[in-house]
Protein backbone atom coordinates (compact mmCIF):
# COMPACT_ATOMS: atom_id res chain seq x y z
CA UNK A 1 0.00 0.00 0.00
CA UNK A 2 1.32 3.31 -0.91
CA UNK A 3 0.91 6.77 1.92
CA UNK A 4 1.10 10.17 1.10
CA UNK A 5 0.67 13.22 3.40
CA UNK A 6 -2.97 14.85 3.56
CA UNK A 7 -1.75 18.55 2.49
CA UNK A 8 -3.18 17.68 -1.12
CA UNK A 9 -6.82 16.57 0.30
CA UNK A 10 -9.07 19.31 -0.79
CA UNK A 11 -12.02 21.00 0.96
CA UNK A 12 -14.52 20.67 -1.52
CA UNK A 13 -14.39 17.16 -1.27
CA UNK A 14 -14.06 17.09 2.41
CA UNK A 15 -17.63 18.69 1.95
CA UNK A 16 -19.17 16.29 0.88
CA UNK A 17 -18.26 13.37 3.35
CA UNK A 18 -21.61 12.66 5.71
CA UNK A 19 -18.61 13.65 8.44
CA UNK A 20 -18.58 17.30 7.46
CA UNK A 21 -21.56 17.89 6.10
CA UNK A 22 -21.93 21.82 7.02
CA UNK A 23 -18.97 21.46 9.14
CA UNK A 24 -17.51 24.93 9.59
CA UNK A 25 -14.57 26.03 7.22
CA UNK A 26 -11.80 25.87 10.29
CA UNK A 27 -13.41 22.37 11.11
CA UNK A 28 -12.13 21.48 7.07
CA UNK A 29 -9.02 23.17 7.66
CA UNK A 30 -8.07 21.20 10.27
CA UNK A 31 -9.04 17.98 9.16
CA UNK A 32 -7.61 18.46 5.37
CA UNK A 33 -4.46 19.13 7.49
CA UNK A 34 -4.25 15.68 9.20
CA UNK A 35 -5.64 13.67 6.95
CA UNK A 36 -3.50 10.98 5.50
CA UNK A 37 -3.89 9.46 2.13
CA UNK A 38 -3.48 5.84 1.40
CA UNK A 39 -3.69 3.59 -1.73
CA UNK A 40 -4.76 -0.10 -0.81
CA UNK A 41 -4.84 -3.10 -3.82
CA UNK A 42 -7.99 -5.01 -4.51
CA UNK A 43 -8.58 -7.52 -1.59
CA UNK A 44 -6.57 -5.93 0.16
CA UNK A 45 -7.27 -6.23 4.09
CA UNK A 46 -7.16 -3.05 5.91
CA UNK A 47 -8.52 -3.94 9.32
CA UNK A 48 -9.62 -7.28 10.97
CA UNK A 49 -12.45 -8.01 13.52
CA UNK A 50 -10.77 -7.89 16.77
CA UNK A 51 -8.15 -5.20 15.79
CA UNK A 52 -7.19 -2.50 17.99
CA UNK A 53 -8.16 0.82 16.06
CA UNK A 54 -6.30 3.98 15.35
CA UNK A 55 -8.02 5.56 12.76
CA UNK A 56 -11.21 6.28 10.72
CA UNK A 57 -11.11 5.54 7.01
CA UNK A 58 -12.85 8.31 4.09
CA UNK A 59 -13.34 6.64 0.96
CA UNK A 60 -11.89 8.66 -2.08
CA UNK A 61 -12.55 6.22 -4.11
CA UNK A 62 -12.86 2.08 -4.53
CA UNK A 63 -15.09 -0.14 -3.25
CA UNK A 64 -14.95 -1.27 0.44
CA UNK A 65 -16.74 -4.47 2.11
CA UNK A 66 -17.38 -4.54 5.76
CA UNK A 67 -18.24 -8.10 7.43
CA UNK A 68 -18.72 -10.25 10.32
CA UNK A 69 -18.28 -13.80 11.30
CA UNK A 70 -21.06 -15.28 13.15
CA UNK A 71 -20.72 -17.84 15.78
CA UNK A 72 -21.25 -20.88 13.27
CA UNK A 73 -18.12 -19.13 11.17
CA UNK A 74 -20.42 -18.32 8.65
CA UNK A 75 -19.49 -14.66 7.06
CA UNK A 76 -22.05 -11.99 6.42
CA UNK A 77 -21.61 -8.81 4.79
CA UNK A 78 -22.51 -5.61 6.74
CA UNK A 79 -21.92 -3.01 4.23
CA UNK A 80 -20.53 -2.13 0.88
CA UNK A 81 -19.23 1.64 0.99
CA UNK A 82 -17.91 3.59 -1.67
CA UNK A 83 -16.45 7.63 -1.93
CA UNK A 84 -17.57 9.75 0.20
CA UNK A 85 -18.65 7.42 3.05
CA UNK A 86 -16.19 6.53 5.75
CA UNK A 87 -15.90 3.28 8.06
CA UNK A 88 -13.77 2.70 11.08
CA UNK A 89 -15.13 5.37 13.80
CA UNK A 90 -16.81 2.55 15.83
CA UNK A 91 -13.41 1.77 17.39
CA UNK A 92 -12.13 5.10 18.25
CA UNK A 93 -15.69 5.36 20.04
CA UNK A 94 -14.55 4.20 23.47
CA UNK A 95 -11.12 3.06 22.17
CA UNK A 96 -13.13 -0.57 21.71
CA UNK A 97 -11.63 -3.21 18.73
CA UNK A 98 -12.65 -3.17 15.82
CA UNK A 99 -15.82 -4.74 15.47
CA UNK A 100 -15.79 -6.10 11.40
CA UNK A 101 -13.53 -6.92 8.96
CA UNK A 102 -13.10 -4.17 6.26
CA UNK A 103 -11.40 -5.64 2.78
CA UNK A 104 -11.10 -3.67 -0.50
CA UNK A 105 -12.68 -5.33 -3.65
CA UNK A 106 -11.53 -2.83 -6.06
CA UNK A 107 -8.42 -0.03 -6.15
CA UNK A 108 -9.23 2.05 -3.08
CA UNK A 109 -7.78 5.42 -2.02
CA UNK A 110 -8.55 6.65 1.34
CA UNK A 111 -7.91 9.23 3.60
CA UNK A 112 -7.11 8.06 6.80
CA UNK A 113 -8.05 10.29 10.84
CA UNK A 114 -6.35 9.04 13.21
CA UNK A 115 -8.20 8.64 16.93
CA UNK A 116 -6.46 11.53 18.21
CA UNK A 117 -7.28 14.01 15.34
CA UNK A 118 -11.07 12.24 15.09
CA UNK A 119 -11.54 13.06 19.50
CA UNK A 120 -10.56 16.81 19.16
CA UNK A 121 -12.59 17.33 15.98
CA UNK A 122 -15.28 15.82 17.70
CA UNK A 123 -14.54 17.77 20.83
CA UNK A 124 -14.30 20.88 19.01
CA UNK A 125 -16.97 21.29 16.61
CA UNK A 126 -20.66 20.23 17.39
CA UNK A 127 -21.62 19.63 13.98
CA UNK A 128 -19.15 17.52 13.07
CA UNK A 129 -20.38 15.36 16.04
CA UNK A 130 -23.65 15.62 15.00
CA UNK A 131 -23.01 14.28 11.74
CA UNK A 132 -21.56 11.00 12.98
CA UNK A 133 -23.95 10.75 15.30
CA UNK A 134 -26.92 11.15 11.94
CA UNK A 135 -24.65 8.79 9.95
CA UNK A 136 -24.77 6.04 12.76
CA UNK A 137 -28.63 6.71 13.53
CA UNK A 138 -29.16 6.08 10.12
CA UNK A 139 -27.23 3.14 9.40
CA UNK A 140 -28.84 1.42 12.40
CA UNK A 141 -32.34 1.73 10.44
CA UNK A 142 -30.85 0.80 7.25
CA UNK A 143 -29.73 -2.39 9.01
CA UNK A 144 -33.22 -2.73 10.83
CA UNK A 145 -35.06 -1.86 7.23
CA UNK A 146 -32.87 -4.81 5.81
CA UNK A 147 -33.08 -7.71 8.82
CA UNK A 148 -37.00 -7.40 8.36
CA UNK A 149 -36.74 -7.75 4.86
CA UNK A 150 -34.32 -10.59 4.84
CA UNK A 151 -36.19 -12.42 7.54
CA UNK A 152 -39.25 -12.97 5.65
CA UNK A 153 -38.52 -12.96 2.01
CA UNK A 154 -37.69 -16.39 -0.03
CA UNK A 155 -34.60 -16.75 -1.66
CA UNK A 156 -35.46 -14.72 -5.17
CA UNK A 157 -36.71 -11.93 -2.68
CA UNK A 158 -33.45 -11.81 -1.14
CA UNK A 159 -31.46 -11.62 -3.95
CA UNK A 160 -33.91 -9.51 -6.00
CA UNK A 161 -33.55 -6.73 -2.64
CA UNK A 162 -29.82 -7.19 -2.47
CA UNK A 163 -29.55 -6.44 -6.55
CA UNK A 164 -31.61 -3.28 -5.89
CA UNK A 165 -29.82 -2.19 -2.91
CA UNK A 166 -26.37 -2.44 -5.28
CA UNK A 167 -28.43 -0.60 -7.68
CA UNK A 168 -29.58 2.36 -6.06
CA UNK A 169 -26.45 3.06 -3.74
CA UNK A 170 -24.78 3.10 -7.20
CA UNK A 171 -22.29 0.13 -6.85
CA UNK A 172 -24.16 -1.47 -9.94
CA UNK A 173 -22.42 0.90 -12.43
CA UNK A 174 -23.37 1.32 -15.79
CA UNK A 175 -21.64 -1.02 -18.52
CA UNK A 176 -20.71 0.03 -21.68
CA UNK A 177 -24.24 0.05 -23.15
CA UNK A 178 -26.13 2.01 -19.78
CA UNK A 179 -27.12 -0.87 -18.07
CA UNK A 180 -26.19 -1.07 -14.21
CA UNK A 181 -23.81 -4.25 -13.56
CA UNK A 182 -22.77 -5.91 -10.14
CA UNK A 183 -19.37 -7.50 -10.57
CA UNK A 184 -19.77 -9.50 -7.58
CA UNK A 185 -19.32 -13.12 -7.51
CA UNK A 186 -22.29 -15.40 -5.99
CA UNK A 187 -20.16 -16.03 -2.94
CA UNK A 188 -20.26 -12.12 -2.40
CA UNK A 189 -23.92 -11.88 -2.99
CA UNK A 190 -24.36 -15.00 -0.85
CA UNK A 191 -22.91 -12.96 2.31
CA UNK A 192 -25.02 -10.07 1.43
CA UNK A 193 -28.09 -11.54 0.84
CA UNK A 194 -27.44 -14.14 4.22
CA UNK A 195 -28.36 -16.88 2.10
CA UNK A 196 -25.47 -20.05 0.63
CA UNK A 197 -23.87 -19.67 -2.75
CA UNK A 198 -26.11 -22.36 -4.09
CA UNK A 199 -29.22 -20.58 -3.44
CA UNK A 200 -28.12 -17.15 -5.02
CA UNK A 201 -27.18 -19.33 -7.95
CA UNK A 202 -30.48 -20.67 -8.33
CA UNK A 203 -32.25 -17.31 -7.57
CA UNK A 204 -30.24 -15.58 -10.37
CA UNK A 205 -31.44 -18.26 -13.07
CA UNK A 206 -34.91 -17.42 -12.03
CA UNK A 207 -34.34 -14.06 -11.77
CA UNK A 208 -33.26 -14.32 -15.51
CA UNK A 209 -35.86 -16.65 -16.40
CA UNK A 210 -38.37 -13.60 -15.49
CA UNK A 211 -35.98 -11.21 -17.57
CA UNK A 212 -35.34 -8.99 -15.62
CA UNK A 213 -31.62 -9.63 -15.35
CA UNK A 214 -28.66 -10.84 -17.56
CA UNK A 215 -26.02 -13.27 -16.44
CA UNK A 216 -22.24 -13.00 -17.47
CA UNK A 217 -18.77 -14.43 -15.83
CA UNK A 218 -18.49 -11.89 -12.77
CA UNK A 219 -21.19 -9.74 -13.99
CA UNK A 220 -25.14 -9.35 -13.48
CA UNK A 221 -26.85 -6.84 -15.58
CA UNK A 222 -29.62 -5.55 -13.98
CA UNK A 223 -31.88 -5.30 -17.45
CA UNK A 224 -35.22 -4.42 -15.74
CA UNK A 225 -34.86 -2.87 -11.59
CA UNK A 226 -38.40 -1.93 -12.08
CA UNK A 227 -39.36 -5.36 -12.71
CA UNK A 228 -36.55 -6.49 -10.11
CA UNK A 229 -38.71 -4.35 -7.47
CA UNK A 230 -42.31 -6.09 -8.64
CA UNK A 231 -40.73 -8.84 -7.76
CA UNK A 232 -39.54 -8.07 -3.97
CA UNK A 233 -42.71 -6.71 -3.56
CA UNK A 234 -44.38 -9.65 -4.86
CA UNK A 235 -46.82 -7.51 -7.54
CA UNK A 236 -45.68 -9.96 -10.78
Not at 101 to 124: I, N, V
Amino acid sequence: MQTTGGNDVTLEFLKSVPLFKDAPARALELAASVLTRREFPPQTTVFQEGDAGEALYIIVSGLVKLSKVDLGGHEKTLALLQSPEFFGEMALIGNASRSATALTLAPTEALLLYADDFKRLMESFPTVSLNLTATLAERLRGMDDEAQILSYKDAQGRVAYVLLRLHETGVAEPDEHGVPQVLLTHQELASLAGTSRETVTRALKALEGEGVIRTRTREILLTDPEGLAEILHEIR
